[in-house]
């Protein structure tokens, strides 16, 4: 993994934030809730199937998500709209389909991410998927996942000091691990410590 794909995992990070915060922002509003349950009692009025209904109800809580990138100076103005105005106001919709579109790849990862977290270099995870039957991003937050629980506190445990996380990973390498995703996770340990101060 080199410095450019570095960057544009920490950039699509930083927009995944964004993207679910927004549409869980833009889901929670009366107005989109309202818009939810009529499209809902409509649909189910036109004879679909519940199954239907729920896909309905939930897409139609992010209709207005691109609103969330319209200034507030225009979204809540008290009197008319100037036309340039509501040419800023009319791009709410491309806004939310890009928004939404780019959510829903994310999404696609994150399920692959959730399904084979667990799974381990060896094939003795839970679903007994080895080596490159793994996802390489399920590999990321498999390490990442280890790491953080060996170094956080915990109720039944203290904090690993970083000596014997480290052995841990080199023992693991190759076993319950990815070698070279162990590699990447030494090479940037100094830079992830300092999320710990103060919380050790
Ligand atoms: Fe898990």
Not at 38 to 67: T, Y
Not at 104 to 123: F, K, M, P, S, T
Not at 174 to 198: M, S
Request: charged share 25%; hydrophobic share 40%; glycine share 4%.
């Amino acid at each position: 993994m080199n410095g450019d794909t570095d960057m544009s995992t920490n950039t699509t990070t930083a927009t995944s934030n964004v993207c679910l915060q927004r549409l869980i922002d833009s889901a929670k509003s009366d107005h989109s809730k309202h818009v939810s349950v009529i499209c809902g009692m409509m649909a189910k009025k036109a004879g679909l199937p519940h199954n239907e209904r729920r896909f309905i109800s939930q897409a139609a809580l992010l209709h207005d998500v691109g609103k969330e990138e319209i200034p507030l100076s225009i979204i809540s103005k008290p009197s008319a709209l100037t036309p340039e105005e509501f040419e800023i106001v009319k791009t709410h919709t491309a806004i939310g389909f890009e928004r939404i579109a780019e959510t829903a790849r994310i999404l696609a990862v994150a399920a692959v991410i959730a399904l084979e977290h667990h799974e381990r270099e060896n094939g003795h995870g839970y679903y007994h998927m080895a080596g490159t039957d793994i996802h390489p991003y399920a590999k990321l937050v498999a390490v990442a996942d280890v790491f953080d629980a060996l170094y956080s506190r915990r109720a039944y445990k203290d904090p690993w000091s970083v000596e014997k996380i480290r052995a841990y990973f080199t023992e693991q390498a190759g076993k319950q691990f990815d070698a070279d995703t162990v590699t990447l996770l030494f090479g940037i340990l100094d830079e992830i410590l300092p999320l710990y101060e103060n919380k050790q």
